[in-house]
């Protein structure tokens, strides 16, 4: 697949610049450049192995030594270098990562998962309940569970209540992190149709990582595809989609 020929667009909002990631000796990232507008749902597509999730983990300053580090280039969120900011101060700042594999706590119940996304923050009693309502009123099958122990339900449920914990901390940006990972068709298309009803009614972006190219150019308005570490091509979901090589390598569209 040819490499993409425009220079990575800046927004102010979160730009990443060149970066490199090394696991200890091992080249897992390389000169990865992408931008993410206000606004903005943004897909980064990959098959396994590509660099999704370690361009995710740098973006929330959750690499280290031993889980990779950043050699090159720089992360800016709203101006100020990442580098500068703790996960927990990213968070407070409206950053916030749901990792693959869900990562929910199994024996607190659904709803106790949901609040531990309120930690950080410092309303009253009251904004949280309503925070914790909506939630609710966009994940229904979260609310029938909510007395629920996590490690008790589905894979579904649990991606949800991942999504919803994300969304208690007030986030500005979400890094979603493959979300259709061991689910059912009807559950994914649920999860990506929540993500752009957040978008459209509350103005959340989300960088998506995934590796279901189809689905998430679907619902994204931009899109970049990582091969081994690399930026391989990146535009408008829909060029994305229509382009032969993206539809060759990722959409199913060999001739």
Not at 104 to 117: A, D, K, V, Y
Not at 138 to 163: C, D, N, V, Y
Request: hydrophobic share 45%; charged share 20%; with cysteine.
């Amino acid at each position: 697949m040819s490499r993409p020929s425009a220079l990575p667009r800046t927004s102010g909002f979160l730009d990443v610049a060149g970066i490199e990631v090394h696991y200890q000796a091992i080249l897992a990232v390389r000169d990865v450049s992408l931008t993410v507008d206000d606004g903005a749902v943004v897909a980064l597509l990959g098959a396994n192995g590509a660099g999704k999730s370690t361009t995710l983990k740098a973006i929330s300053n959750l690499l280290g030594p031993e889980r990779g580090t950043v050699t090159r280039g720089s992360i800016s969120w709203r101006g100020e270098p990442v580098s500068r900011l703790t996960p927990a101060v990213l968070v407070a700042r409206g950053v916030v990562q749901v990792l693959e594999g869900r990562h929910c706590f199994p024996q607190l119940t659904i709803e106790e998962n949901l609040l531990s996304g309120a930690f950080l923050r410092r309303p009253g009693r009251r904004q949280i309940a309503q925070d914790l309502e909506q939630i609710y009123a966009w994940f229904p099958r979260l609310k029938h569970k909510r007395r629920t122990k996590a490690g008790l339900t589905s894979g579904g449920e649990q991606q949800m209540a991942a999504i919803g914990r994300a969304l208690m901390t007030k986030p500005k940006l979400v890094l979603l992190d493959e979300p259709s990972m061991g689910l059912a068709p009807i559950v994914v298309q649920e999860i990506f149709e929540i993500i752009r009803t957040l978008n459209r009614e509350k103005g959340v972006s989300f960088l998506v990582a995934e590796q279901n190219a189809t689905l998430a150019l679907r619902h994204a308005d931009y899109g970049y595809i990582l091969e081994n570490g690399r930026v391989a091509a990146s535009g408008p979901a829909a060029d994305l989609a229509a382009r032969e090589d993206v539809k060759a390598f990722y959409l199913g569209g060999a001739r």
